[in-house]
C-alpha cells in the first residue's frame, strides 16, 4: 500500500508501502526506466535474500532493526543547482574539499546534483550516478557491478542491496588518465525510517590515476525510528593505477549502517583506502582488499570514534593472491561513554603468494570505563616466504601524560583532547596533502565528541 509523506517543509510525496517486496523492487526499476538486464539482476538479488540465512555476528547485533517497518525507496526529489541552500551539516563537510574534479549529491534515494570538469569528460572521464550508468555504459557496468568483487549472493544484505539498490556513484577514469583534483561523493540522508542501498562502482584503467571521497551524513537524532543503510562498494584498481579511496560516514543515532567493500587490484597497482566511522546506531563494514596482481600495493587505514550506546564493528581482509605484493593496515579507535568498537582482520596468503609483505595493527584508546573494544587479529598463511605480522592493543588515557599536560596549566578537559588527536595522528598522517582540509575536519569532529 502506498502512503504519503510531507518531505522538507511542504512537499508531499508519495511513498511505497513499508517492507520489502517484489512488486517494490519492478516498481523501483520501472520508475528509473532500467533496461531488461537491470531487473534481471535485482530479481536474482531478491530469490538470495530469500533463500539465504542473515549472518550470524558474535559481537554485533541488529537484531533490533524492524525490517517491516522500513520504506524501501523513495521517488527522486528536485535537482539542486546552487549548494548554498543545502543544510549546514552538508554545506559545512562540501566546504572542505575546495576545488574538485567533480561533485555528485544524492539525497535519500536518488541523486539531487552532479557536476564534472568539462576537461576531464573530455578525456573520457565518466562520473555519473549508477542509474545513468546501468542505461549509457552497460559496456563498462554489466561485467563488473556485483558479479566480482561484491557478487549478489555474499550475504543476505548484500542480496537485498542487490534488489533494492538506487542512486549511487559509478566513475571510470581511462587508461594513463591522470586527475590531480578528488571525485567527492555525498549521501544525505534525511527521510525518517527510509532504508537507501547507494552502490559505488570505480574502475581505474590501466595507468591512471585518481582519488574518490564517498561520505554517508545524515541529520542527528536521538529519537528518531531506525533508519538503514546498505551500500556496496567495488573497487577496480587497474594495473599500475594509482588510487585514493576515502570512505566517511557521520549518520545520526538512529541509522543502523552495513555495508560490503571490495577491492581488486591488479599488477603493480597502488590502493589507499582511508576509512571513518563516527556515527550510527549500530556500523559494521566489510573491507576487503584482494591483491591479485604481483607487486600489487594497499595501504589501509582506519579511524572510528564511538560515544553513548554506539556499536562500530570492522571486518578487515588483506588477502594476497599474487607474488611480490605489499599491504600496511592500521585501525585506530578511541571509545566513550558506553560504546563499543569490534574488530575483526585476516591476513590470508595463498600458496602463490610468495614474497608477500603484510602488516595489521588495531589499536584502541579506552576515554570510558564503561566503553569496551574487543580485537581479534588472525593469520592465514599458506605461503613459505614471506613476512606477515599482526599486533592489537587496548588501552585507556596515560594518567601521567594527564598529569604532565595539568601540571602545565592545561585543563583536563583539553589534556585528554590533545593526547587523543596525538593518538589519532598516525591515521590522520596517511591522507594526502589534496585532503588535508578533510583532516582539519576530522580533528574538528573528534574535538566536538569530546567536548560533549
Known sequence: MNQTMTYGSETKIRLPGRGFSREAFEALSADRGEPRWVLERRNKGW???????????RRTDVGKLKWEDLIPYAPPQAVVDGLEALPPKLHDALAVYGKRAGLLLQRDSASVHLDLDEELRAQGVIWTDMHTAVRDHPDLVASLFMEEAVPVATDKYTALHAAF??????????????????????????MPQLAVFPPTLLVADKGSQVTLVSELLSMGCDSC???????????????????????????GKHVYDLRSQTALLERDSHLEWLTVALGGRVSRSTQHSVLRGPGA????????????????????????????????LLYQGALLGKSRSVYEG??????????????????????????????????????????CTHGATVSQVDD???????????????????????????????????????GDRLTTAIAAKLSR
Open 297 to 328: 600495493e594497499a595501504v589501509v587505514t582506519g579511524l572510528y570514534l564511538p560515544d553513548g550506546r554506539q556499536h562500530i564493528a570492522f571486518d578487515t581482509l588483506q588477502d594476497h593472491v599474487a607474488a611480490g605484493c605489499t599491504s600496511d
Open 165 to 190: 539498490w538506487s542512486g549511487g556513484t559509478f566513475l571510470y577514469v581511462p587508461k594513463n588518465v591522470i586527475v590531480d583534483l578528488p571525485f567527492v561523493s555525498v549521501l544525505w540522508q534525511e
Open 346 to 387: 585476516t591476513i590470508r596468503a595463498w600458496p602463490d603468494a610468495q614474497k608477500t609483505n603484510a602488516y595489521q595493527s588495531n589499536r584502541n584508546l579506552l576515554l570510558s570505563k564503561k566503553a569496551r573494544a574487543d580485537s581479534l587479529p588472525r593469520l592465514e598463511i599458506e605461503a613459505n616466504d614471506l613476512r
Open 47 to 57: 530469490n538470495h535474500y530469500n533463500e539465504l540465512e542473515a549472518p550470524f555476528w
Open 400 to 438: 601521567a601524560q594527564v598529569f604532565y599536560l595539568m601540571s602545565r596549566g592545561i585543563p583536563r578537559s583539553e589534556a585528554v583532547r590533545l593526547i587523543v588527536e596525538g593518538f589519532f595522528q598516525p591515521s590522520l598522517d596517511r591522507l594526502p596533502e589534496s585532503l588535508a582540509r578533510f
Open 225 to 251: 525510528p531506525n533508519t538503514y543503510v546498505g551500500g556496496v562498494t567495488e573497487l577496480h584498481v587497474g594495473a599500475a593505477a594509482r588510487v585514493r579511496f576515502v570512505s566517511a560516514q557521520d549518520l
